[in-house]
């Protein structure tokens, strides 16, 4: 398992080992165990999320649960390739309002965690492009929110419009936005990586 920092500290890309043979390859997507060995201990997943998006350009995002059921996320790719988006919007971070971003794609395996507190967004790079998620809260739809995609500079690598739905073309900009959550410094495991 590789560990990767990004820009962002708090976001990381892991890279989990994966074993080819003449079948195909064998790979642990998801390991407490092997995570801890390497000085990553991450809060406890509750749900698994999946969705397709048939076209390539299809945009969901940002979005984030408000306290007291946010969430972190575990992000890979099943089937294609897509962009996937953190920006933080803890008020007082030294990071506010700054993204980062990694294609994840069945290619390449890699994974993006995303600690709550962090705005989440993807946009698919292909056809028919899966996206599976490990998520440390319930879904709880009172606390759902989002932030428009287009409000805070992030280069997508797209020309012209995604497709949104209607709820995400209809969210506020960042400047618009009053987030739940303060900066509580920094995360331990930034330290130990
Ligand atoms: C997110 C979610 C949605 N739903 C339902 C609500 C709705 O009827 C339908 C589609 O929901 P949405 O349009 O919000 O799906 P989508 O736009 O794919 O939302 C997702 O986007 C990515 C970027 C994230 O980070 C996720 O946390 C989630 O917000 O699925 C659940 O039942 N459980 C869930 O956990």
């Known amino acids: ?16 080992r994966r074993f080819g ?19 990553l201990d991450l809060p406890e997943f509750v749900q698994d999320n ?12 940002l979005h984030f649960q408000a306290p007291p059921h946010a969430q972190g996320k575990l ?3 099943g089937r294609g390739r897509l962009f996937d988006v953190a920006v933080d919007i803890r008020k007082g971070s030294p990071t ?16 993006l965690w995303i600690p709550a507190g962090f705005l989440h967004g993807f946009v698919t790079r292909e056809p028919d492009t899966e996206i599976l998620y490990k998520c440390t809260d319930y879904y ?6 989002s932030v428009v995609w287009d409000s805070i500079g992030i280069d997508w690598g797209i020309a012209g419009r995604p497709i ?6 209809a969210a506020p900009s960042l400047n618009e936005f009053d987030s739940p959550f303060t900066y509580e410094g920094p995360f331990d495991y930034e330290a130990r990586l």
């Open 50 to 61: 999946h969705s397709l998006s048939a076209a390539a350009g299809t945009l969901r995002g």
């Open 140 to 145: 709880a739809p009172d606390c759902d929110g």
């Open 96 to 111: 506010y309002g700054q993204w980062t971003g990694c294609e994840l794609s069945f290619e390449n395996g890699r994974q």
């Open 21 to 39: 043979d003449d079948r195909g390859f064998f790979c642990e997507s998801w390991s407490r165990k092997t995570l801890h060995d390497a000085g």
């Open 75 to 77: 992000v890979r790719c």
């Open 1 to 16: 398992m590789q560990i990767q920092k990004t820009s962002l500290p708090g976001v990381l890309v892991l890279v989990p």
């Open 164 to 169: 949104l739905s209607a709820k995400d073309a």
